[in-house]
Nanobody, 117 residues
């Protein structure tokens, strides 16, 4: 069983920074994809960034150049450094682990990020 717990959310002014962390317990394979989604009020869940087993990193266009994802294989953690935050970044942020070999996806409970203008 894989469990994910996010931390680091909060309230920040526009232009500020936050660092989200996601601690993963259970077995994580190097082939698993780790990343982040977010969901703003009244909107569908939106993919933000991912870190693949081969070291490939991808970002949504809306966050590229401002957010940085990192993966700590030794600690089974995935982090999201968010800089130059905008009010439209306000959302609940969820980390996930996608198991390539089985197709399963595991989710955290989410952490709220609120950016004031």
């Amino acid at each position: 069983q894989v469990q994910l717990v996010e931390s680091g959310g909060g309230l920040v002014q526009a232009g500020g920074s936050l660092r989200l962390s996601c601690a993963v317990s259970g077995t994580v394979f190097r082939s698993d994809v780790m990343g982040w989604y977010r969901q703003a009020p009244g909107k569908q869940r939106e993919w933000v960034a991912l870190f693949s087993s081969g070291g490939t990193i991808n970002y949504a266009d809306s966050v590229a150049g401002r957010f940085t994802i990192s993966r700590e294989n030794a600690n089974n953690a995935v982090n999201l450094q968010m800089n130059s935050l905008k009010p439209e970044d306000t959302a609940v942020y969820y980390c996930y682990v996608r198991r390539i070999r089985s197709g399963e996806t595991y989710w955290g409970q989410g952490t709220q990020v609120t950016v004031s203008s």
